[in-house]
């Protein structure tokens, strides 16, 4: 696995820069290969204060590169330096008489970087693009009309997008996450259908199950969740649309007055920007008269937020561009009814009325009528709770995820990979 940017580590602090769903993804998939008997390295940048080597679990381990200095780099900009990362980590893959059997990249960066690795090791190259630049541009000029020079300034388009068509031709095969971004690469890259395998994200079913009664009923007191709460996780990012879910939410309160609305955005530290972000947040919500209705709660660390989601009375995803949605798939595995927009990546994958809820991402009435509909109908309530159960647990466990990507790897190669635990096996 080639995931370069963001803090990569056994246990990420989610929420941080560059660290959520695409990092949750690798380590997670990582580890069903290792369950399913094969050995998984994790590629990425070593910067701050990290291990050049970190074990995870059996048959899995994070391996760490410098480039560009011991400082946190965005990924918009890390491809300035990764031609110094691919030196270090041939190095390092000679000394060790490392060989490996395929090779995963995630997002563009770490795309364009395995693309010369692949070449110099003669390895098979599976790409998961996680987002994809024409999509996300079109989303962020829509949503900020008039900024494209700003735009283009932070986010680095053109190029990526120009890196992108170059990396999607070189690949042996791409992994997208959805089906809109299926068609999305059919038609905006001009990439052949049959190229493709959508892989959706997984969630761990050892974590994430709905609960009866009487447990959800202790933890939502522990939690002192005493009316109907709408919860929201995310990253502090501008495409999360905390904005829409905040305007959403007047509408709920003039129907459920004793709603309460729990955000928790950003990670276990806040930068200045983030900080700047969340306050403006908190400003908006004021302005709304939603004092009383809105708790901005502080960061949920992975071992409290199966509880948040079971105790939830429901989830709201209000991204304006969200390439899949993992905190919505997690809700939904715990029989909490998930509300998301129709940009909230899955969503086209979804039953609307029975899996899940979707609503326009730049319409706040619709989207505060759906939740509305979650709080106010007991029987509406009951059926998103038991079908989307249901519906993750069928089609989204990380084992279902990990066996299609060895299916992908086994039809590229023309034959069957190697285990770890068979004779002469690889490492």
């Not at 380590?27 to 008997?37: H, M, N, P, V, Y």
């Not at 400082?71 to 918009?76: G, L, S, V």
């Not at 259908?193 to 522990?222: M, N, T, W």
């Not at 899940?356 to 619709?366: H, K, R, V």
Request: aromatic fraction near 10%; hydrophobic fraction near 40%; proline fraction near 6%.
């Amino acid at each position: 696995m080639v995931s370069t940017h963001g803090y990569v580590a056994a246990e990420p602090p989610l929420g941080a820069a560059d660290t959520g769903g695409q990092v949750v993804y690798v380590i997670q998939l990582s580890k069903k290969l290792a369950d399913l008997g094969y050995e998984v390295d994790i590629w990425t940048r070593r910067f701050e204060n990290q291990d050049e080597v970190e074990a995870i679990c059996d048959g899995v381990r994070i391996i760490r590169m410098p480039c560009g200095g011991k400082q946190f780099i965005p990924k918009e900009r890390l491809y300035e330096h990764l031609p110094e990362w691919n030196k270090h980590v041939l190095g390092y893959i000679a000394q060790h008489g490392l060989r490996y059997q395929f090779i995963n990249s995630h997002y563009w960066d770490a795309g364009v970087a395995t693309e010369h690795l692949s070449r110099v090791l003669g390895v098979s190259h599976v790409h998961t693009p996680h987002s994809l630049g024409t999509w996300k541009q079109e989303q962020m000029k829509s949503d900020f009309p008039g900024d494209g020079a700003a735009l283009e300034r932070k986010y680095n388009f053109s190029n990526r997008i120009r890196r992108e068509r170059m990396l999607y031709g070189s690949a042996a095969a791409l992994v997208p996450t959805t089906l809109p971004q299926l068609d999305r690469l059919v038609d905006d890259y001009s990439v052949p259908r049959e190229k493709c395998q959508v892989l959706p994200p997984g969630f761990d079913d050892s974590r994430f199950f709905p609960l009866s009664d009487a447990a959800r009923r202790a933890i939502r007191q522990r939690l002192g969740f005493d009316r109907p709460v709408v919860l929201a996780v995310g990253r502090l990012a501008r495409n999360k649309g905390y904005d829409l879910l905040l305007r959403a939410f007047q509408v709920v309160t003039r129907r459920i007055p004793e709603a309460l609305l729990y955000v928790a955005a950003g990670g276990s530290e806040i930068r200045p920007d983030e900080r700047q972000m969340l306050a403006s947040l908190k400003a908006l919500a004021g302005e709304l008269g939603l004092e009383s209705h809105v708790q901005f709660g502080t960061f949920i660390p992975e071992q409290e937020l199966a509880n948040y989601y079971q105790a939830a009375d429901a989830f709201a995803l209000p991204s304006r561009y969200e390439p899949f949605g993992m905190t919505a798939l997690e809700a939904m595995a715990c029989g909490t009814p998930t509300i998301v927009t129709t940009h909230g990546g899955f969503c086209p994958g979804i039953s609307f009325g029975s899996e899940a809820l979707y609503a326009d991402p730049f319409d706040a009435e619709d989207f505060g009528i759906m939740m509305v509909k979650v709080l106010a109908d007991p029987r509406l309530h009951s059926r998103l709770s038991r079908i989307g159960a249901r519906r993750a647990r069928c089609s989204f466990t990380w084992s279902i995820v990990a066996q299609k990507l060895l299916a992908v790897m086994e039809r590229i190669r023309g034959r069957p990979l190697q285990a770890r635990y068979a004779e002469g096996s690889l490492n």
